[in-house]
């Protein structure tokens, strides 16, 4: 499913917008975790796999938008979890 479709389809177009500006205006990613934490998102360490800052990828009953680099054989990286609307 495109990016686009998913966020559509889940009703997080304006959290991604919100996720994007703050990725696009902090480069450090200590930074980008502070402030997105202070708006309210919850963020943590994922394994993400291929795809690079910000990536949407479709969990069971979550959606993660990934805001940092990937490390490690499985690209763990800070993204932020946000729960479907059922």
Same mark, same amino acid.
């Given at each position: 499913m495109k990016k686009s479709d998913l966020? #559509? #389809?889940h009703n997080i177009k304006?959290?991604?917008?919100? &996720?994007?500006?703050v990725v696009k205006g902090y480069k450090r990613v200590a930074e980008r +975790?502070?402030?997105l934490e202070c708006l309210g998102f919850q963020v943590k360490e994922?394994?993400?796999?291929?795809g690079g800052v910000l990536q949407v990828k479709e969990m069971a009953?979550? &959606? =993660? &938008?990934q805001i940092g680099y990937g490390i490690g054989k499985?690209?763990?990286a800070?993204? +932020?979890e946000i =729960? #479907?609307?059922a």
């Open positions: 966020l #559509k #389809k304006e959290e991604y917008e919100q &996720i994007a500006s +975790v502070e402030l994922f394994p993400m796999g291929s009953s979550t &959606i =993660r &938008i499985h690209n763990y800070q993204a +932020v =729960r #479907k609307n």
